[in-house]
């Protein structure tokens, strides 16, 4: 078997040394190549190659989230085609790894090179869904880009969150759950759409979803993890499945304070619900509106404001080692 190792030298939870420890172990099994990514989209940029490659069986990217979303965006650049491209593989490095998890991967970096080393001498690996983000035709957002994500998007309250949270990395600020905790807060005392919201959601064959402050798209469940515990935004959330989404209309400080606990306290059973919160499930074609251009987010990475995008749930997108 032939593999490309993708390595994120900033992974946060996985030092050099743990790093030349994981690659020998899986060189140790197959014909490896390790490449460093060295600057941003590096590990898209991998990716495309792979898929282009004839002689690429495996992709393995070593990272967080990020880093994997990169990978896959890459390997689908064509679009998919799960019987051709190289399978996917992912060794956590990063703060959360919530594809991973949701996954049913280890957190640990090691333990999840074990598993994966037992996965692929068993043959174990699964076709995932994958949701696609592209801005919507007739809108100003038209010419922007579609993109692949694995387990979530956001367009508003959360990528705000997340925009601020990479402004303090930038500053040399260490992600944590606390550092996402602050500035949760001061994104909700700084949101001027939060009594009135500004997104409406449009689907074919049913009525549209108006006046939206908050809107979480999810492909996976859990949502995220806070640590060890999970969070359920949209508990119906599959791999196997289309999209699921999770609408507030409203957050006033009662109403955060409410579906706040509610996700805290969220389960595979059962997540927010209550007056101002909209589930939906399964879904394969939706778009957002917003009247007010709002940060969009996708797989925890912060790309900007937009104020329409489409988005697609494609089952049956990528294969992956489990």
């Not at 690429?56 to 679009?79: R, S």
């Not at 759409?193 to 549209?208: K, N, Q, S, V, Y």
Request: aromatic share 4%.
């Amino acid at each position: 078997m032939r593999a490309l190792l993708v390595v994120n030298p900033a992974a946060t939870t996985t030092s050099a040394r743990t790093r030349d420890v994981l690659i020998h172990a899986l060189a140790s099994e197959m014909k490896l190549e390790a490449v460093t990514t060295e600057y941003r989209g590096h590990a898209r940029d991998l990716g495309r190659q792979a898929a282009d490659s004839k002689d690429i069986d495996l992709v393995v990217a070593l990272g967080g989230d990020g880093t994997v979303n990169e990978v896959v965006n890459g390997l689908l650049h064509h679009g998919p085609d799960p019987e051709r491209l190289p399978r996917l593989a992912v060794v956590p490095g990063g703060s959360t790894n919530v594809f991973a998890r949701a996954l049913g991967l280890p957190n640990d970096a090691v333990e999840a090179t074990g598993a994966l080393l037992d996965a692929l001498r068993e043959e174990r690996e699964r076709t995932i869904g994958l949701g696609l983000a592209a801005g919507t035709p007739g809108t100003e957002d038209e010419a922007v880009p579609s993109r692949w994500f694995t387990f979530c998007a956001g367009l508003g309250f959360d990528a705000g969150v997340i925009g601020r949270v990479e402004q303090q990395r930038e500053r040399g600020k260490r992600s944590t759950h606390a550092l996402y905790l602050r500035q949760a807060v001061r994104t909700f005392l700084d949101e001027p759409h939060r009594r009135h919201g500004t997104i409406t959601l449009e689907r074919p064959g049913a009525d549209p979803v108006t006046d939206l402050v908050l809107s979480i798209i999810c492909n996976a469940s859990p949502w995220t993890f806070l640590g060890n515990r999970p969070v359920y935004a949209a508990p119906k959330a599959s791999f196997d499945t289309g999209l699921d989404v999770l609408g507030l209309s409203r957050m006033s400080t009662t109403a955060v304070a409410r579906y706040a606990t509610q996700l805290l306290t969220s389960s595979p059973e059962r997540g927010p619900h209550g007056k101002h919160a909209v589930s939906l499930h399964d879904l394969t074609d939706f778009t957002l509106h917003s009247k007010a251009p709002l940060p969009l987010q996708m797989d925890g990475d912060h790309l900007g404001l937009r104020t329409s995008v489409t988005f697609t749930g494609v089952r049956r997108a990528l294969r992956v080692i489990v």
